[in-house]
T-cell receptor, first 115, second 116 residues
């Protein structure tokens, strides 16, 4: 099946720094990528949808200036958490789908801890 | 709006025993239903899905789920589990019209631990 690679798997950073998370489709062209986050003991929640070459569409309540999403190529999307704070500590996971690759394929997730 | 409730956060079970992971949903519109599995250090992968037709859906690795509209449930079952089934299982729903494929509403997950 299609593979989505997400890096890093775990990151610890100081408050105020920015963190970039990468999501790559290894063997298919991902026309659409999705970013989710999961707070402890909560459900995975969709944060934003990004189509290659377009601006991301953010879900209600997600700050677009804080969570910068770039989907400049058909195989790579990045999520940058700018000026991270402890309340941004969460599990972030991406998924991708392509026009010729039906289905939704997930990365392995990134555990972000902001000190 | 849709919501998903997974009633058990953790389910310990012995190898070769049967298991049922419960999932209930609420929605004012028709939905598609999914079960995803996440093995340690891996991404979520689709276990099975219900879109329409037969209410009993068979998935990978011997799992099956039954859609019960009257009880708004989509419980996941396996008659005999293996150690390798140890993972976290997520139930999810999506509206069956409009929206995008990734706009899933997830439950909080159930950690299945299979003991020898």
């Amino acid at each position: 099946g299609a593979v989505v690679s997400q890096h890093p798997s775990r990151v610890i950073c100081k408050s105020g720094t920015s963190v970039k998370i990468e999501c790559r489709s290894l063997d298919f062209q991902a026309t659409t990528m999705f970013w989710y986050r999961q707070f402890p003991k909560q459900s995975l929640m969709l944060m934003a949808t990004s189509n290659e070459g377009s601006k991301a569409t953010y879900e209600q309540g997600v700050e677009k200036d804080k969570f910068l999403i770039n989907h400049a190529s058909l195989t790579l999307s990045t999520l940058t958490v700018t000026s991270a704070h402890p309340e941004d500590s969460s599990f972030y996971i991406c998924s991708a789908t392509g026009l010729t690759t039906p289905g939704l394929f997930f990365g392995s997730g990134t555990q972000l801890s902001v000190l | 709006a849709q919501s998903v409730t997974q009633l058990d956060s953790q389910v310990p079970v012995f190898e070769e025993a049967p298991v049922e992971l419960r999932c209930n949903y609420s929605s004012s519109v028709s939905v598609y239903l999914f079960w995803y599995v996440q093995y340690p250090n891996q991404g979520l992968q689709l276990l099975l899905k219900y879109l329409s037709g037969s209410t009993l859906v068979k998935g990978i690795n011997g799992f099956e789920a039954e859609f019960n509209k009257s009880q708004t449930s989509f419980h996941l079952r396996k008659p005999s589990v293996h150690i390798s089934d140890t993972a976290e299982y997520f139930c999810a729903v999506r509206r069956n019209y409009g929206g995008s494929q990734g706009n899933l509403i997830f439950g909080k997950g159930t950690k299945l631990s299979v003991k020898p």
